[in-house]
């Protein structure tokens, strides 16, 4: 027989399964909700400590702005150094608490005990409690250095020393003839067979010591840092070349004659310092303002200067080397190398008599030879005096003649200087209402106003008397031949 079996009827969601729907939903909300609340609180706290790392940082910096190192009741609203302890009065430049639009924060400080009275440790803790009632806190900690604050207007003065510096890695006005000692510091002896040394700072170019009791068979290349007795000074060199031409067109480029005669150099130096502002007055640069007396008369208020002078002449010799160079991929031996020097004018052209101002082994000194150029070195250690605007000098170098005299005539000589606008910031001779605006000591002016440095290469040339100090156009390279390379303008100095 034959059964029908009736459809199914259609379900619809039972009212527990509804609520279970809702319950899941809801769970699912309400983690939402509490994500949302801690991260809100999160946000507030991370906000909370930015503010008191910022606090902190504030507090630091004021405790940086001290305006003197020991306590000063005259200067308003001051923070001394001294002052910088944790319970000192007055200490505290922002309140001890600090209220804000989320927190109110309070501030506690600590100097932690240091034996350097040059630093101190400061500890900052800023600390609060957030909307939950948990108690945060931030720690800063800081050295604090103690020093003048006046140091700070240094940074805005140019440096004492040349931004130039030689092959030798130091200060430009240092002699070439020099031995660096590789302490920071070089060794020169002005005279040859001399027993005094200079020893001068290689960044700032200035004579810090003066050594005594050595030997006159030790040279310049020989000595060491514990050559002689050496006592702390503090001087500047003033040197340079003087050369003599006597043909009847002097030439200063070559010149190369034996001087007339013996001579000396001489300072004259200014006790009054130039007026206030200015670098001098045209009358300071001129003979007439000083007179013939000797350096006695102008130095009441110095030390007196130093200067010495020797005949010189330049030689060259061979000696051995050992290295090899990369010229255009190509590498090179280099077995020998030619050496300059500077001894005195009588030293025979022998290796034994070369190598000691050279440094060398005779046996390294080959083939020495003249170049032929004749010329008196010389040099004067000058003692700066204190004046207004500092450690310096003013005053004129002069030649003084021995055996021969210095006139007009043809049976005299004069003396020029070499002098220009080096450079290149205006003229040697730039006046305004009668104050020297661009003079500049290091372009060998009549006199020097307020030197506070070394100088080298203040030049003289000796010509004839009746025959006028030969000049040199400026300096001229343009690429497209015949230029010239060096500027040897001389001005009358002596006559």
């Known amino acids: 027989m034959t059964r029908t079996i009736a459809p199914r009827r259609a379900r619809g969601a039972t009212l527990l399964e509804a609520l279970i729907a809702m319950l899941i939903m809801a769970l699912g ?205 503090s001087a500047v060199l003033l040197s340079g070349y003087i050369r003599t031409s006597l043909a009847n067109n002097p030439d200063a480029t070559s010149p190369n004659d034996v001087p007339p005669g013996g001579l000396s150099i001489r300072l004259d130096l200014e006790d009054d310092e130039p007026t206030a502002g200015t670098k001098g007055t045209a009358a300071q640069l001129t003979a007439a303002y000083w007179p013939a007396a000797d350096e006695a008369v102008r130095h009441t208020g110095y030390q007196a200067p130093e200067c010495a002078t020797e005949d010189s002449k330049t030689v060259s010799f061979t000696t051995n080397v050992n290295y090899s160079q990369l010229n255009n991929g190509v590498t090179q031996v280099v077995n020998s190398t030619t050496v300059i020097a500077i001894v005195p004018a009588g030293t025979a052209l022998t290796p034994s008599a070369i190598a000691p101002y050279a440094g ?53 000589y004069k003396v020029c200087r070499y002098s220009e606008d080096y450079n290149l910031n205006g003229h040697v001779w730039v006046e305004s209402g009668g104050n020297i605006v661009k003079i500049e000591n290091g372009e060998h002016p009549y006199a020097y106003l307020l030197a506070s440095g070394s100088l080298q290469n203040q030049n003289f040339l000796i010509i004839q008397g009746n025959k006028s100090c030969p000049t040199d156009g400026t300096v001229e390279v343009d690429g497209t031949g015949g230029e010239n390379y060096t500027n040897e303008t001389t001005v009358i100095h002596q006559m």
């Open 29 to 233: 909300m309400l983690g939402i909700a509490g994500m949302q609340a801690k991260q809100r609180a999160h946000a507030d706290v991370a906000k909370q400590r930015s503010e008191a790392v910022r606090i902190a940082q504030e507090d630091i910096e004021n405790f940086r702005a001290f305006g003197t190192l020991a306590s000063d009741a005259g200067v308003v609203n001051n923070l001394a150094y001294a002052s910088v302890l944790t319970n000192a009065t007055g200490k505290s430049v922002l309140a001890d608490t600090v209220t804000t639009t989320n927190a109110t924060y309070a501030i506690a400080r600590d100097i932690v005990t240091s034996t350097d009275p040059r630093m101190k440790d400061l500890r900052v803790a800023v600390s609060w409690v957030n909307r939950e009632g948990v108690s945060e806190s931030v720690v800063l900690r800081s050295m604090i250095a103690g020093i003048d604050p006046r140091l700070a207007a240094a940074m805005a003065i140019a440096p004492g020393g040349s931004p130039v510096r030689d092959a030798l890695g130091r200060d430009i006005q240092i002699p070439i003839p020099a031995k660096n000692l590789g302490n920071g510091t070089s060794i020169f002896k002005p005279l040859s067979n001399g027993g005094v040394a200079y020893v001068f700072n290689n960044d700032t170019g200035l004579i810090t010591s003066r050594c005594t009791g050595i030997d006159s068979t030790t040279y310049t290349a020989s000595l060491t840092a514990s050559s002689g007795n050496c006592s702390s000074v």
């Open 360 to 412: 060398l082994d005779p046996s390294q000194v080959i083939d020495p030879a003249a170049t032929g150029e004749r010329y008196v070195a010389y040099t004067c250690a000058v003692y700066p005096r204190d004046f207004a605007s500092g450690p310096a000098w003013t005053g004129r170098s002069m030649l003084v003649p021995s055996g021969w005299s210095i006139g007009t005539s043809s049976s005299s």
